[in-house]
């Protein structure tokens, strides 16, 4: 899941050396955060967050796959 996001956030940015995606497992499930320069937030988030609401409904798809519960956090 931390490639699929690196990937998709990677191709959105003006700084794509500036993307660090970590991904960690806790009770609920797997966390990926996602990190990307302050000038490129709103490019990752877009208008009314559906840029955010899109990279969370594929890697949801990618993780039912594999019957496994995702959880994309995107931080400053």
């Known amino acids: 899941m931390k490639e699929l996001v690196e990937v998709i956030a990677k191709s ?38 559906r840029i955010a609401k899109a990279i969370r409904a594929v890697v949801k798809a990618a993780a039912s796959k594999e019957d496994k519960k995702v959880i ?5």
Request: glycine content about 10%; hydrophobic content about 40%.
């Open 12 to 49: 959105l940015v003006d700084s794509p050396d500036e993307v660090v995606v970590t991904e960690t497992q806790n009770e609920k499930g797997i966390l990926v955060e996602l990190r990307v320069a302050q000038s490129d937030m709103g490019k990752v988030i877009g208008k009314q967050g």
């Open 72 to 76: 994309v956090d995107i931080v400053q």
